[in-house]
């Protein structure tokens, strides 16, 4: 048989991953719910560090790490080079992301911090380890490979700068001050990381659930070209020339992204389904929420001249766009272009074509992944209201919302979960 | 593209045997979804599909080859079932069925084919 299908990962590596990021959406919006006091101050709070990384590690990359191990067999058509190793980076990143958040909330910047973050760069080692060793056995290296090989290799200059951070709090060692690092240890993530990721598996996975062909490969090229140079001038740059072009950098690596948006258009416009299911309607959401951080980077860029008070709630806005809203708008919906897929492959597959079997759209409630759509859709926009007005009520509002889409969520997955269990 | 066996009527009772065979992300059985090419029978009691899938690397490949296999195996049990996947010529929109359209999840979109002539995508 001609299969350009390879094995698929087994339901023990992947799940696991999507129960932790589920549990720390939870947690992230019950740490927000309380957290309105460290949202109208600086971003360097301990609260704000603590929900960044229990959102960044727990939430998002912990369900990306999962997913692309389902994933990564689909896009480059290989299967992933080691299932055991997935599951030592999975203890890696789900330990170090415990202590990590215990550290910040506690501000516990001593061994604690220090634990946390060597067992996170050893969690990104392994998983560039297996990463690289997957993607070395393809036989025809797409844009899409490129994307998602260089963002493994942001992912682990992130770690590595963070490392660094952690102990210089101790030790201090580092040159500059410690924010002028933590923008280049966000940004690298963000934008490496993230980014990178998301536009190298969105740009296989969203044409294939639109049913879209024969998309121009070009819109990809460039903008994988734009943002790694905007991205590399911006880290040469921020270590060693310290010039004030930072904005310049900022757009190219927008202009990048807004290439992809113009992708997915395309993508969108080719479509042979009419009507999105909820979970599409969600990505799509995601995709044009990209438009909000390329717009506010050239207010945080420094360029224009602004009170203190107002650049530094621009920076939690900025923050709160990126993390609060593509790439957690992102990851809501494409869970139910995955997750349900998953589940229904590993419990059904074999019974296929011998007895009658549900569909993978009826192991969930469509109807409740809308109620999720619009509680979050509300949420983000309250709480970006309340975030830019400095307006703890409306800040109140927001986390409230955000906390009922994490119960849905969180109810949803884990009915989903359950049915995988299920003999 | 249908291509039929030599026997018609053997050939017809695969085809709707397979329409029992759904791809689970789209909802709609593969044979109106446009993915069977041929079908053939072989002197030694061999059944031979010939399809595609909706992209290379579907996550379904391996569950839609494999639920051919069963339904036909299960209609008959004393031949040998081959299903081999092709990609020339590459699946498109145009193969689904007019009833295949008719029963596609969200409705189907026709394609225009007078792309090209708008301001965005002589940019695009």
Redesign the interface.
Known sequence: ????????TAKEVVLPHFAFAAISFLVLAILLFFSDDALIGHYFHPKLLTLTHVAVLGWATMIIFGSLY??L?????VPLYSSKLALFTFGFLGAGTILLAYAFWTFSVGLPLHVASCFLVIAFVLFNINLFLTVRQTKTWTIEADFITTSGIWLLITGIIGLLMAFNFSYPFLKEAHLHYLKLHAHVGMAGWFLLLIIGVGSKLLP??L?S?QL?NK?LSFSYYLINLGLLLFTIDHVFWHTAYHLIYGLAVGAGMLLFV?FVI?AY?????????AGMQQSLVAIGLMVLPVLLVVGVSEQIAMPEKIRLQLYLVYGISIFMGFISALILGQTYKTLP?IV??HRY??L???VPVP???DLYREQWVHYQNISYSLGFIVLLAGVALAQPWLLKAGSSLFLLTALIYVFNVFSLLGKALQK | MRIMAAEANFGEHIYELLKQVIDPEIGLNIVDLGLVYQVSLSDDKTINISMTLTTPGCPMGQVITGSVTNVLQKHYPDYEIKVELVWIPMWDSDMISEAGQAQLNGGYQPQHRDHGQSLWDRFF
């Open positions: 048989m001609d299969l350009l299908t390879a094995k698929p389902q994933l067999p689909v896009i480059l058509q294939m659930f049913l062909h121009p819109l113009v395309q416009r080719h479509r042979v389904r009419k009507i999105q299911d897929f229904w492959m597959q074999h296929v074509g011998k569909q993978p759209k």
